[in-house]
């Protein structure tokens, strides 16, 4: 492994190597107003959810590397502490880039952007018309990390009301991947899609206890043909079955985990312990 000490390094590496491994990230497009009611647009990939009761975002407009002076979205909230925070699709990708250029605090950077405002039915900046959802937030705390130019000042918003395209969802009422069509951030110039190749289930078992990889046994664990994945799909079961395939019994053991491997990707679990044991 290639060991890093932080401090022997510029912070400008440092971000590269954060920004580039810690992914993908999602983008906030960030709504916010000044005083004077001027409004700001920026996207922010430091942003996740943290709590769902209270219903908690936050994101972090870091001091900026070159000067060290405060991104306007910062100041902005400072001075009203309420956002818009939406969400970044394919379709707006491009403007959401542009929406990032460093303009001059009175500019409205919706109208740079190309995006059109809706007006907000809780707090004073817009939402994003061509945005798939829009989170009103009032903030409740700004938590700066740090005095120096690249320190991060956490913006924590509590949503007070959703807004969401109805065109994203399933017949349930749900928001489906496939058409939220959401786009994340990688490091340098990379971003993320979400389309069919891109994702996949992992079935999660909620009703069991997995015997976990201690409880497999050896001769299946040292296998040179089953991955960890493979290996975690096996030990995700409560008991080992105790059924024997007597078809595989003649087969030898690489014939036997390259059956196993194949049932396990078509998520055939039970059966792939049958051939194995
Ligand atoms: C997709 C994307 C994600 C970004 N994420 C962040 C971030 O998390 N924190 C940050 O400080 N800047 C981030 N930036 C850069 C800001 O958007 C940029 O500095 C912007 O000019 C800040 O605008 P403001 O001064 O109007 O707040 C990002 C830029 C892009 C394009």
Redesign the pocket.
Known sequence: MKEIDIHAISSQELYKYLTSSVTPRP?ALVSTVDKDGIN?L??????NVFSINPPILI????N?LRNNTK????NNVSQIKECVISLVNTKIAQQ??LA????SANED?FKKAGFNKIKASLVKPCLIKEAPVNFECKVNNIISLGDNGGAGNLIICEVLKIHIDEGILDQDEQIDPLKLDIVS?LGANWYGKTNQDSIYKIVKPVSRIGIGFDNIPQEILSSEILSGSDLAMLASVDTIPNKKNTDSLSLKTEEKHTLAKKLLEKGKIIEAWEILI
């Open positions: 983008i700001n920026s996207p922010f990939s430091f942003f994101f972090s407009p870091v900026r991104k306007d979205t910062l959401v880039s990032s250029s460093n303009y950077e951030r």
